[in-house]
């Protein structure tokens, strides 16, 4: 646990709700709206939080909308049987997760909940129109000098067996909390790649995700929620990196992406990805990878996949 990280205790017993289907995204929006107005940021010191989990079974993945995902983020087109990119399955998850933190579950206020990092394990390929199951359950959450940090797990299962699993991690921010002044200690990689984000990447990747938060939109929408400009969603260069890493994976099915959401890409915006592969002994092959701004080289996103070498 790091310096200052203080964990909320949550209830030893783990209350189960199951869904039947995705709750519509315009009611998730209106609710979080009007908790905006009632829940506060901050939590009581000896509050103990209810461990909640919601549960999705026998969900289709939608192949036309797999395919405007492959578009939207700048993988290869693939035909319709082909194994769905394993970032995609996170998507499946945001209306589960607009469900919980929209709940009464989610103590504290749902508007502003950002993004800070992004792990998932594929572990079996998987096609559209597989029957899958869905779970997100909340892990922890912590008190930080810069705010309340929540991490879900999230849990895709085909026919009971684990295909695929996630750990998502958010950071509501403190209103007052000082600025970390820490730096970027860490090597620039090679450059491979330059990216371009247009204006409304945001846009067009709300339409394949389902996430709408006002951020991602249009400035006049990001403003009205305390920023200074719309962003592109942090999934969207996580999977924009994994898209331009598809030849050096080629032929690898089962691996694991650590990733972290540092400095917002406010759109537009020229991208520089680098990235570097290295055998990690005992067969284990690393590629690091970082996304800067392509000027000022300023962090954007940061990570690791892991995976087993291929078999000669």
């Not at 200052?4 to 995204?25: E, G």
């Not at 991490?151 to 085909?158: D, K, Y």
Request: glycine fraction near 8%; include cysteine; charged fraction near 20%.
């Amino acid at each position: 646990m790091q310096k200052d990280t203080f964990p909320i205790p949550l209830t030893d017993t783990t209350h189960t709700v199951h869904l039947s289907v995705l709750p519509p995204m315009t009611a998730v929006f209106c609710r979080l709206l009007a908790l905006s107005l009632v829940r506060k940021r901050t939590l009581p010191e000896n509050l103990r939080v209810q461990k909640g989990q919601l549960r999705l079974p026998g969900f289709l993945t939608d192949p036309a909308r797999i395919h405007r995902y492959r578009q939207v983020c700048g993988f290869f087109p693939a035909p319709a049987d082909s194994a769905i990119p394993p970032g995609y399955l996170q998507t499946l998850f945001i209306g589960l997760l607009g469900r919980y933190i929209t709940s009464d579950f989610f103590p504290i206020n749902p508007v502003g909940l950002i993004q800070t990092g992004q792990w998932f394990e594929a572990l079996h390929p998987v096609t559209a129109g597989e029957p899958l199951d869905l779970s997100c359950t909340l892990q922890d959450m912590a008190r930080t000098p810069k705010g309340i940090v929540t991490r879900f797990h999230l849990e895709t299962h085909r026919k009971n067996i684990l295909v695929w699993q996630g750990i998502s991690t958010y950071l509501t921010r403190v209103p007052a909390a000082p600025p970390s002044g820490k730096k970027d200690p860490a090597r620039m990689l090679p450059t491979q790649l330059t990216i371009q984000v247009p204006r409304n990447t945001g846009r067009r990747y709300a339409r394949v995700s389902g996430d709408y938060n006002p951020h991602h939109l249009f400035d006049t929408t990001a403003r009205l929620i305390g920023f200074k400009q719309a962003m592109v969603h942090g999934m969207w260069s996580l999977s924009r990196t994994l898209a331009a890493l598809e030849k050096p994976m080629a032929g690898v099915n089962a691996f694991s992406v650590d990733a972290a959401f540092k400095l917002p890409v406010f759109m537009p915006a020229t991208l520089s990805l680098g990235y570097e592969h290295r055998v990690a002994g005992q067969g284990k092959h690393q590629i690091d990878f970082d996304l800067r701004d392509a000027l000022d080289r300023r962090p954007h996103l940061k990570g690791r996949l892991a995976f087993p070498g291929r078999e000669s």
